[in-house]
């Protein structure tokens, strides 16, 4: 079975700041796809940024950016230039590659638990 | 447009009660979850629909029901809830098929229902 974990219940980062968000996780799957997710208060969850497993570069958009490191099973989030907006609840998440004959649909997200950022003016 | 609906947005209901969720998308995916989530606590998938057909239920108690009446609607229904069952109800929708080299697809949420059991 597949685990994630997030070991920073809480953080907080001051504006324009450079905040580091830690995942790691547990799987023998050697294809496999990880995310950040956000979810600011009160409203709806966002993809953030995913990474594919078998590729090495890692993902960047914007001021977010990856650090994979898929031999220690590490997945960190880099937020760059820390804004108001990006308070939020931050979940790591893992999902196996799938065959396209099973179709993807059945795949599940495997959350950890989660990161609450505050970014502090 | 990339964009979950749900209705309604806050629900108070009773242990007798009968009340509905709802979920709509229109996407074209022909995915569609339903998750449970508590305060500060990552989402629990609780039903997957591929193709309007029930393909995954994560052993979710008889009180909840999902429905899936087309590609586009996802209903969850609830009958003799426990107070334990208060959550925020997050619905998502994804394509159904991938290819074989990126065998993933995006989920896309909605904005919840808030749910209170009394």
């Known amino acids: 079975a597949q685990t994630v974990t997030q070991s920073q219940p809480e953080m907080s980062v001051q504006e324009a700041e450079t905040v580091t968000l830690s995942c790691t996780y547990d799987?023998?799957?050697?294809?496999?796809?990880l995310f950040w997710y956000k979810q600011p208060p009160s409203r709806q969850m966002i993809l953030v940024i995913r990474?594919?497993?078998?590729?090495?570069q890692n993902a960047t958009e914007n001021r977010f950016s990856v650090n994979f490191q898929k031999a220690a099973k590490s997945f960190s989030l880099k937020i760059s230039d820390s804004q108001l907006g990006d308070t939020a609840m931050y979940f790591c998440?893992?999902?196996?590659?799938?065959?396209?004959?099973?179709?993807?649909?059945?795949?599940?997200?495997?959350f950890g638990t989660g990161t609450l950022l505050a970014v502090q003016p | 447009d990339t964009e979950v609906t749900q209705t309604p947005k806050h629900l108070v209901m009773g242990m007798t009660n009968k009340k509905s969720l709802k979920c709509e998308q229109h996407m074209g995916h022909r995915a569609m979850y339903w998750y449970k989530q508590k305060a500060k606590k990552p989402p629990e998938l609780m039903f997957v629909?591929?193709?309007?057909?029930?393909?995954i239920n994560e052993s979710v108690p008889s009180r909840f029901s999902p429905e899936c009446p087309n590609s586009s609607l996802l209903n969850l229904h609830l009958h003799a809830l426990q107070p334990e069952d208060s959550a925020l109800y997050l619905c998502?929708?994804?394509?159904?098929?991938?290819?074989?080299?990126?065998?993933?697809?995006?989920?896309?949420f909605g904005p919840g229902t808030r749910l209170t059991v009394l």
């Open positions: 998502a929708s994804s394509q159904a098929t991938g290819t074989s080299r990126t065998s993933y697809n995006e989920q896309f």
């Open positions: 998440a893992f999902m196996k590659h799938r065959e396209a004959r099973y179709g993807g649909a059945t795949n599940k997200l495997i």
């Open positions: 629909y591929s193709y309007e057909k029930l393909s």
């Open positions: 990474q594919e497993a078998y590729k090495q």
């Open positions: 799987t023998s799957e050697s294809n496999y796809y």
